[in-house]
């Protein structure tokens, strides 16, 4: 673990997090003056939950605090080009967010610094890349939470590390170890990243190799082992490949020189110091009643500082 950090380390992909609770829990659920506070009071169960069922020694709420890097968009314009706001007008680019999620953001983010939850965000950085980091750096178990499949990268059964998968809601989670990921994709963690950049996501807005799919995949990571395995193949009159597979290969290399940095996430990035101990009490327990008044937090809060007071 790092550094003066003992037990489990537990990331969270916060605004993956929040996504889902704001579609999990119904907008009815409003602060005292009618604002919607479905995902603030739906996250701060989740929390709840997380923190009763697998006890973790520090916690870190991970922050987008850029969704779409320049450095990624230099490298393939189209990433994430479809999520962009079509209002937006200046840089930096504006993720498009549900109308009644955006206001919610500012609260969750006081919230968790009332409480003491570390919060990090860094300039330059997904919430993706704060996680593989902190990953990296870690010499004891790692738990990482989030609803996005990209970073099954990180799974390592040999250093402890396996990703909490919310797969209903916020209520039921996939425990994705390297058993699960060579049953569902054939690949181990390390895997995973090629396996994704091979076969695209649309929802990131990678292209991914025309004509191979997850399954072919998969078949060409078995045979050759990983995707410079696989391009040294193409290279090789000799190796295993059909005419279509070594085609398609061949026409994708500008696409594969560049993807493995889009796709993989970062492990250096520059973390601040924070203190990540889970909090036994509120930080500023003045700022959190004023927003307990204000938002109406209630019962999700008040069972969230029960547990993390038990």
Not at 33 to 55: E, K, M, S
Request: net charge negative.
């Amino acid at each position: 673990m790092m550094r003066g950090v003992t037990g489990r380390l537990m990331l969270l992909d916060t605004a993956s997090l929040y996504f889902r609770a704001y579609f999990g829990v119904p907008d009815s659920v409003r602060a005292p003056d009618g604002t919607p506070v479905n995902a603030v009071r739906g996250l701060l169960d989740f929390i709840d939950r997380l923190v009763r069922d697998h006890r973790p020694g520090h916690l870190v709420a991970c922050m987008d605090a850029d969704w779409r890097p320049h450095w990624r968009v230099e490298l393939i314009p189209s990433y994430k080009a479809h999520r962009v706001a079509e209002e937006q007008t200046a840089a930096p680019d504006v993720e498009e967010v549900p109308d009644t999620l955006s206001p919610q953001v500012p609260v969750i983010e006081a919230v968790l610094d009332a409480l003491g939850i570390a919060r990090v965000g860094v300039p330059g950085y997904e919430a993706d890349d704060v996680i593989g980091t902190y990953t990296a750096r870690a010499t004891g178990p790692v738990d990482i939470v989030t609803g996005d499949r990209d970073l099954y990268q990180l799974v390592d059964d040999a250093r402890g590390v396996r990703v909490l998968y919310p797969i209903k809601g916020v209520g039921s989670l996939q425990l994705t170890d390297e058993a699960v990921l060579r049953e569902k994709y054939g690949v181990d963690g390390r895997g995973y990243a090629d396996l994704a950049l091979l076969r695209g996501d649309p929802s990131d807005g990678l292209p991914g190799v025309a004509g191979i799919g997850e399954k072919t995949a998969a078949k060409l990571l078995a045979e050759f082992g990983d995707l410079d395995g696989i391009l040294a193949a193409v290279d090789d009159p000799g190796a295993k490949l059909t005419p279509s597979q070594r085609k398609r290969l061949t026409e994708a290399r500008p696409y594969l020189a560049v993807a493995p940095k889009v796709v993989r996430v970062a492990d250096d990035v520059p973390l601040p110091e924070v203190g990540t101990a889970l909090p036994r009490a509120p930080r500023d327990p003045e700022a959190l009643a004023a927003l307990t008044a204000r938002w109406g937090l209630g019962g999700s809060l008040e069972r969230l500082l029960a547990t993390l007071a038990s």
